[in-house]
């Protein structure tokens, strides 16, 4: 047996043959990058649309009391929840003391003070409900809303007035 010759195709004496360019194949590319670019640009701008002429929410104006009961259509549940029209609708962003399962006194009557506050909140005019912000309800089966007037989160005015405080993803305690 003599000396293994190897074999490549498109070389001389060792040598790579120059590349030619896949012309057929460049053309067909660049055909359709306009046609991929018109889409792209389209279907941005049908969203920018979109959201533009989304109605910001669901506008309420109606008089709110404290929930006594459960054939209260539209009513404050507690500082960080209501219930409008039936659907109860949780507060997005904030926490506050419980008033139905308190680990102390203290933090019950801070929850009634939130409470008293958010009916006040509610009724000093017409407000926004807020969706679109990450997951629609909680393990409870609330919705996760903003209540917004004028611009401003009705939960924000309770953290600012000391009765909340920001959510992060666990109840702290209110107690101590």
């Known amino acids: 047996m003599g000396a293994v010759i190897s074999f490549r195709r498109g070389t001389s004496r060792g040598r790579s043959a120059p590349r030619r360019p896949h012309t057929h194949r460049n053309r ?9 670019l018109l889409i792209a640009g389209s279907a941005i701008a ?41 659907e109860r609708i949780r507060l997005l962003g904030i926490d506050t003391p419980e008033i139905f399962s308190p680990e102390c006194a ?7 003070r939130a409470t008293s506050r958010l009916v006040e909140l509610v009724n000093e005019g017409p407000f926004e409900v807020v ?11 609330r919705q996760l809303r903003l209540l917004v007037r004028e611009g401003r989160s009705l939960g924000d005015v309770l953290v600012d007035e000391g009765l909340a405080r920001r959510w992060n993803g666990r109840r702290g305690g209110w107690c101590g």
């Open 28 to 36: 067909r590319v660049s055909a359709f990058l306009p046609l991929v």
């Open 131 to 141: 969706a679109g912000f990450g997951r629609d309800r909680d393990v409870y089966g």
């Open 106 to 112: 203290s933090e019950r009557e801070r929850g009634l």
């Open 46 to 86: 049908a969203l920018l649309v979109t959201l533009e002429a989304r109605p910001p929410g669901l506008l309420v104006s109606e008089d709110f009391a404290v929930c006594r009961g459960k054939r209260q259509p539209s009513c404050v549940l507690d500082g960080d929840t209501i219930r409008y029209r039936g």
